[in-house]
């Protein structure tokens, strides 16, 4: 593809493309102010891209990075680029004290409301220095309730979107899906296109710093969420594993129960070297400790999964027990 002209709005967006796809790259440019020769590799496949408009586009840098000229407009876009995003938390603060002021409704407990949507979406953008943030309604919720302690209804926060959107504050990219990660309410913040000095006042400061505890407590719901979905696809494979016909424990084995189930006692029995007596317990679950109500780290189980050597007492422990208890 040849590359003659000094196209700008092109290379800014190959440069926003790539510092989300190859942060340490840019990183290197904006300290050394020459590109590596893996970038310049990069440079010269296109890439694809969404624009604003929702149209799709595959872009290459307008200029060889082999060049002077290639290397100059390169530096200058990250350069500005980087300066520009580090304005966002002062772009999103400004947003809000225009949300307070110009934002209005009959009703004061929805205009509350209201301000404490808009807030909780600005502050992730100011603290993630992103337009466009991924912001699920139960995360909403949590960090209403860390900073205000007050209950958002799912509908309520649908309301309050739909209001800022129509009032040209934000655009919701995608509304996300109750239950589905995969399709988590993607949301953008519309900022004037001023340019902004990057001065940190007091006023910034106070304020992601205060709220700061909100955002922790967005992303240990988020992570319990990550594992959560981790855990039940562990489980659903291994459900498919052990409905095939070549599977050990086709006849209503399970190697790995799923949540709600509990462990069983069954007849001893060895197949090639391996005690099959019991289900185990969540063998592949202890990856996830943060979910299992009943397991608290890897390795450490309700019953325990105890070694070869004394798997066998244990087990005759509890049959002598059993024997003794039926016989009373």
Same mark, same amino acid.
């Given at each position: 593809?040849?590359?003659?002209?000094?196209?700008? @709005?092109?290379?800014?967006?190959?440069?926003?493309?790539?510092?989300?796809?190859?942060?340490?790259?840019?990183? *290197?440019?904006?300290?050394?102010?020459?590109?590596? =020769?893996?970038?310049?590799?990069?440079? =010269?496949? @296109?890439?694809?891209?969404?624009?604003?408009?929702? *149209?799709?586009?595959?872009?290459?840098?307008?200029?060889?990075?082999?060049?002077?000229?290639?290397?100059?407009?390169?530096?200058?876009?990250?350069? $500005?680029? %980087?300066? +520009?995003? #580090?304005?966002? @938390?002062?772009?999103?603060?400004?947003?809000?004290?225009?949300?307070?002021?110009?934002?209005?409704?009959? *009703?004061?407990?929805?205009?509350? $409301?209201? %301000?404490?949507?808009?807030?909780?979406?600005?502050?992730?953008?100011?603290?993630?220095?992103? /337009? =466009?943030?991924?912001?699920?309604?139960?995360?909403?919720?949590?960090?209403?309730?860390?900073?205000?302690?007050?209950?958002?209804?799912?509908?309520?926060? *649908?309301?309050?979107?739909?209001?800022?959107?129509?009032?040209?504050?934000?655009?919701?990219?995608?509304?996300?899906?109750?239950?589905? #990660?995969?399709?988590?309410?993607?949301?953008?913040?519309?900022?004037?296109?001023?340019?902004?000095?990057?001065?940190?006042?007091?006023?910034?400061?106070?304020?992601?710093?205060?709220?700061?505890?909100?955002?922790?407590?967005?992303?240990?719901?988020? $992570?319990?969420?990550?594992?959560?979905?981790?855990?039940?696809?562990? %489980? /659903?494979?291994?459900?498919?594993?052990?409905?095939?016909? =070549?599977? #050990? %424990?086709?006849?209503? +084995?399970?190697?790995?129960?799923?949540?709600?189930?509990?462990?069983?006692?069954?007849?001893?029995?060895?197949?090639?070297?391996?005690?099959?007596?019991? +289900?185990?317990?969540?063998?592949?679950? &202890?990856?996830? @400790?943060?979910?299992?109500?009943?397991?608290? +780290?890897? &390795?450490? &189980?309700? &019953?325990?999964?105890?070694?070869?050597?004394?798997?066998?007492?244990?087990?005759? #422990?509890?049959?002598?027990?059993?024997?003794?208890?039926?016989?009373?």
């Amino acid at each position: 593809m040849p590359r003659k002209k000094s196209n700008k @709005p092109l290379a800014y967006a190959w440069v926003a493309y790539m510092m989300t796809h190859q942060p340490e790259e840019m990183a *290197r440019v904006r300290k050394y102010g020459t590109p590596s =020769e893996t970038l310049i590799k990069l440079s =010269e496949q @296109p890439v694809g891209m969404t624009l604003t408009d929702g *149209r799709f586009k595959l872009v290459t840098f307008p200029l060889s990075l082999n060049k002077a000229a290639g290397q100059k407009l390169l530096f200058e876009a990250v350069k $500005n680029i %980087h300066q +520009y995003l #580090r304005t966002i @938390p002062v772009q999103a603060h400004a947003m809000l004290e225009q949300i307070k002021v110009e934002v209005t409704h009959r *009703r004061k407990d929805t205009l509350s $409301n209201i %301000h404490m949507v808009a807030e909780a979406v600005l502050h992730r953008c100011a603290t993630e220095f992103k /337009h =466009e943030v991924l912001f699920a309604f139960d995360s909403l919720i949590v960090w209403v309730k860390s900073v205000y302690g007050k209950d958002l209804g799912y509908l309520t926060i *649908r309301r309050c979107l739909e209001f800022l959107e129509e009032a040209g504050f934000f655009k919701v990219r995608e509304w996300g899906v109750r239950g589905n #990660r995969s399709k988590c309410t993607k949301i953008e913040i519309r900022t004037s296109h001023r340019k902004y000095i990057l001065t940190y006042t007091s006023k910034v400061d106070d304020w992601l710093m205060g709220t700061d505890h909100a955002m922790f407590a967005v992303y240990a719901r988020e $992570n319990t969420t990550r594992l959560d979905v981790l855990e039940q696809r562990i %489980h /659903h494979f291994a459900d498919e594993m052990a409905l095939q016909v =070549e599977s #050990r %424990h086709a006849e209503g +084995y399970r190697l790995f129960p799923v949540t709600d189930d509990t462990l069983t006692e069954t007849s001893v029995t060895e197949e090639d070297g391996v005690w099959t007596d019991e +289900y185990i317990d969540r063998l592949l679950g &202890g990856l996830v @400790p943060a979910l299992q109500e009943n397991v608290s +780290y890897c &390795g450490e &189980g309700i &019953g325990g999964f105890e070694g070869s050597s004394s798997f066998g007492q244990s087990k005759r #422990r509890r049959g002598s027990q059993q024997r003794s208890s039926s016989a009373v």
